[in-house]
């Protein structure tokens, strides 16, 4: 049987403005194996999995486990976990880290701030400090979720570890199975597609310069998927790799069109018209469903440049 991710490849499905949307994302360690749905079907207490679930709602923090690349046979509970909280939004990016013992301590974060990208409760809840060192490269390897996250995500996991490359952590969920192995790169929060050990390895040294990578990216998650592709269009209507150097001022419309504001930080600015389409011909969105799929594409059709663009924030 195929898989989801072979299919997708084999069709050469466009990879823009798929990434999962999140201002911000909470980040647990948690060792040993995860369920589907990792937060409440793991060794984390379910019902702390499903307080920072409801804590998180509405908020723009996205809560996910991660754990070091490697065997993940049971190792008991871990008397110390890494924390890492990262915002995503140009102009107030930001990576934060800790460690904890008791990882209830997230309940007493403020979700609604951190989404805003206010770091302060993770200071003084957990003692948080901003991490000045590498960026992360979150690598989706949840098998439960999808069979092709585990194939493929997990060997790239462990290539990168066994090149010594650092900030590599398994991730439980990162959206679009068929594109794995999928990467997001904190603290910018680029995603990216069909990812390779040397496409991850350039996508860090230019996260390290404040640089995006354009190869095979999916999109930023502090954007929604239309903005996601107008902006990565726009980057490469005019080669610009300054990860903060571009912004989503606004987006106007509904599915299926939308005009997209991008403005520069120097002041210029485009409006780029972004239509949904169905990805054809019919595929399988994900392994194990019965179901042929057409999920839906962002096409960007028209950039046109503005005089000058106030931007938000």
């Not at 107030?92 to 805003?116: C, E, I, K, S």
């Not at 485009?270 to 019965?290: F, I």
Request: glycine share 10%; aromatic share 4%.
């Amino acid at each position: 049987m195929s898989r989801c991710a072979t299919v997708s490849r084999n069709l050469d499905e466009p990879v823009s403005g798929t990434a999962a949307t999140a201002t911000t994302w909470l980040l647990l360690e948690q060792p040993g194996p995860w369920g589907a749905k990792a937060l409440t079907a793991s060794h984390l207490d379910p019902a702390l999995g499903r307080a920072l679930e409801a804590a998180a709602k509405d908020t723009g923090v996205r809560v996910a486990l991660i754990r070091r690349p490697g065997r993940h046979a049971d190792p008991g509970t871990p008397p110390v976990r890494q924390v890492y909280v990262a915002h995503t939004v140009p102009g107030n990016v930001w990576l934060y880290g800790t460690t904890t013992r008791d990882p209830r301590q997230l309940l007493g974060l403020d979700f609604a701030a951190l989404g805003a990208g206010d770091p302060r409760s993770f200071a003084s809840a957990l003692g948080g400090r901003p991490q000045t060192g590498d960026p992360l490269a979150l690598v989706c390897t949840n098998g439960k979720r999808d069979r092709c996250c585990a194939l493929l995500g997990r060997p790239l996991a462990a290539e990168l570890t066994a090149s010594d490359v650092p900030g590599v952590w398994e991730v439980t969920h990162l959206g679009g199975h068929r594109f794995a192995p999928t990467v997001l790169v904190l603290p910018y929060g680029y995603a990216y597609a069909r990812a390779e050990a040397h496409t991850v390895k350039e996508a860090l040294h230019r996260a390290q310069e404040g640089q995006v990578l354009l190869e095979d990216c999916r999109g930023r998650s502090a954007w929604d998927r239309p903005g996601q592709a107008a902006e990565l269009a726009v980057r490469a209507a005019t080669a610009e790799c300054t990860a903060d150097a571009l912004h989503v001022v606004r987006t106007e419309g509904a599915a299926p069109r939308w005009e997209v504001t991008v403005g520069h930080a120097d002041g210029r600015g485009w409006r780029v018209t972004v239509a949904q389409t169905a990805a054809l011909p019919p595929r399988p969105e994900s392994c194990g469903v019965d179901v042929l799929g057409t999920p839906a594409r962002m096409d960007v059709v028209g950039i046109r440049a503005l005089h000058t663009v106030a931007l938000a924030g």
